[in-house]
C-alpha cells in the first residue's frame, strides 16, 4: 500500500478549516435509513468481501484493504462519532474512499448478506465533501459545474466552434456529416465528456459519422451536453444533482425521445440510477429515457443500420473491458459482446468478466484527479493489468474513457504492449461508407 | 436444602426466566424489524422503487444453496464449515427430543424430534465448525483485523448453550450445574440475538432481497 502523506499534504497542508459536526451530522442523518444501519450492524466481519476487491487483490492482499474495513473506518466511524471528527480522521476517511475505493460494487457480489458497500462509501463522500475534504482537482470540476454546467467550463461558443470545425475537416472524408445543434424533436440528444472537445475532438466526429451513417435524427444541446459527473464524485451531492437535472430539462425542451451518452461509464450510473434520486425523483427513475453508446453500436450492427466491411474486421486478439458503470452497474455486458462479434475475428474474454469483472482502477474520480494520484491508480490496477495479459491480445476495447486512459497507462507500466480503442473508432475504420456518404472519386472527371 | 436450591433455580430459569427471554427475543426482534420498515418507508424509497419477487428470491435462494455463489466457491471449506454451522445451530434445539418432550408437556404440541444419537453427531459437528470458525478468524489476517473482542464474545455466547447442553446430557460434569447453565447461557443468547449482529437471522432476507432489486432488478446482473 503507497504512503498517500505527500499527496495529504499538498491537498490539505493548508486547510484548518473548523470541523461542522451539524453539517456531516445532517449528511449522515439523510443517508442513514434503514438499509445503512441494517448494514452497518450485520456485518459479520467474515471477510469474504476482501478476496472480491481489486485494491486487496493488487496491493498483496494488505488485510486494511478489505471492503469491510474500510466501510469501518470512514462511514462506520463517521457514524460512531457522531459528526465529530479532527483533520486526521476525515484524511485517512479521504485516503480510504478516494486512494483505496472506486465504488465498483463488485464485494456486493461476494458479501453473504449483499452489503452495498460501494453506496456507503458515497456516503462517506459526501461528508468529507461537507468538511472541505476534497480532491482539489474535483473540487475544481465541481466549482467549473455550478458555473457553466460542464466541468471544464467551456462557453456554448467553444462547443459549436469545436462541433462546426470537425464536422468540416471531416468532409474531406465523408460527405453529408454535421453536428446539428439544439435541433428539436429528435431521437437523441448526444451528450459528452468536455474532454473530447478540448483534447480528443476525434471522439466527436466519430459518432457524427457512425450517426450519419445510420440516418440518425440526432443534435447535441448547446447546454446540459456534459454527460459527466464529476461534483457526484467528489461528494457534492446537491450539485450532482444539479448536473443531470440540466440535461433532463434540456432533452424534455428539445423534444428529445432519448439522452445518449458517449463511451463514458459512470455518466450512465449517474444518468440511469444515481441521477434520478440525487436530482429528488421519488420514484428513482429518470424523467427522460437514456441510451449508452454500447446499446446503440449494437443495435446499428445488429440493424444493418451500419455495416462492417469483413475486409476490415480487427483480426488480431481483442479482449473487452468491462467498465463497471457499463456491465455491473449497467447490464451491457451482452450487447457490447454481441456487437464485438460483428468488429473482432479473435475475442478473447478476460477471467473473470461481464458484470464479475475488476475495475481497471481508473474509475470514480482517481483519475480526472490528476498526476498526483497516477502511481496509486496504477498499483490498484495490476489485476487489470493481469487480466488484459492473460488473454493475449493486442487491442483492448474500452467503453469508458476513464478505462481507456487507465488502461493505456496500465500498459505502459506493465509493458503489456496493447492498444486500448473505442467502439466508435474501431466502427468508423471498419464500417462500409454507405451510399450517401461518399465523396465522388472524382469530381472534375 | 442443596437440592432444593438447585430445584428452585431450575424451576425459576425455565419457568418466568424463559417467559422473560421470549418475550425479549420476540420483541427485540418484532420491534427492531418493525423500527427498520418504518425507517424504510421514510429514507429508503430505492428498497420499493425498484422491488422484483423474483430477483429478490434468486438473490435470497443462491445464497442458501451450498457453494452457489462465486464468493462460497473462492472459499469452500469454509463456506462448508458455515453451512454445517447454521444447520446445526438451528436443528439441533428445535429437533431436540429433550426439548420437545418438555414443550409437549408445557404445551402440549411439539415439533417432530430427532434420535438422540443424530442430535450428539450433529452437536459435535456444531463444536468442530465453530472451533473452525474461531480459527480461521485468528490465522486469517484480513479477518483478525475486522474481528473485535464482541465478536469472539459472540461465538462464545453461540457455542456455550450447545456444549454445556451435550455435557448435561450425558451427566458429564456436575449435572445440578451444567443443565441450569446451559439453560441460562441460552437464554442469554436468545436475548442477545436481537440486538446485535446476530440479528441477520432475519435481516439477511431483507438485506439480500434489496441487493437482489438493486444489481438484478435494475440492472440485470447476479449479486451471487
Known sequence: MLDPRKILDKEFGKTDLPIDPPKARQILDAHGGARIRTWMSICSRCGLCAESCFVYLSNDRDPRLSPAYKVRHSLGEMYRRKGKFDRAFLEKAYEICWLQCTMCKRCSIYCPFGIDIASMIMAARNVCYSQGVRAGRLAEFTENCRQSGNHMNLPPEELIATCEWVAEEVQEEFSGVGIPIDQPNVQYMYTIN????????????????????????????????????????????????????????????????????????????????????????????????????????????????????????????VTYQDPCNISRNGGLWEVARQAIAYLAEDFRDMSPNRDYNHCCGGGSGILPMGPDYKPFRLANGRVKAEQIKATGAQIVIAPCHNCYDQIHDLSEEYDLGVKVMSFKEIIREAMIVPEHMRIAENPDG | MGNLTADSIYRFLSGPALWFTMTVFLGGLALRMGYLYWLSRRKDPVIYNHASFSWGLKSILFWLIPWATVSMRSQPVFSGAAFLFHICLLSVPLFLSAHNILWEEAFGVSLWSMPDAWADALTLVFLATAVFVLVRRVVRPEVRILTSAWDYTLIALTTLPFLTGILAYHQMGPYELMLPLHIALSEILLIVIPFSKLGHMLLFFFSRAFIGFELGARRGARSW
Open chain 1, 194 to 317: 468536455p474532454r473530447e472537445v478540448v483534447f480528443f475532438p476525434q471522439d466527436i466526429t466519430d459518432a457524427a459519422v457512425l450517426l450519419t451513417a445510420a440516418r440518425e435524427s440526432w443534435t447535441m444541446p448547446s447546454f446540459g451536453w456534459d454527460c459527466t459527473n464529476l461534483p457526484m464524485l467528489a461528494g457534492d451531492r446537491e450539485m450532482g444533482g444539479r448536473q443531470v437535472q440540466n440535461l433532463y430539462e434540456k432533452a424534455r425542451d428539445l423534444g428529445a425521445e432519448y439522452i445518449l451518452i458517449t463511451e463514458c461509464g459512470h455518466a450512465n450510473r449517474s444518468l440511469v440510477y444515481e441521477g434520478p434520486y440525487m436530482a429528488g425523483y421519488p420514484d428513482g427513475k429518470p424523467p427522460v429515457k437514456i441510451k449508452h453508446f454500447v446499446q446503440l453500436i449494437y443495435e446499428y450492427l445488429r440493424d444493418g443500420r451500419i455495416r462492417i466491411d469483413p475486409q476490415k474486421k480487427l483480426t488480431g486478439p
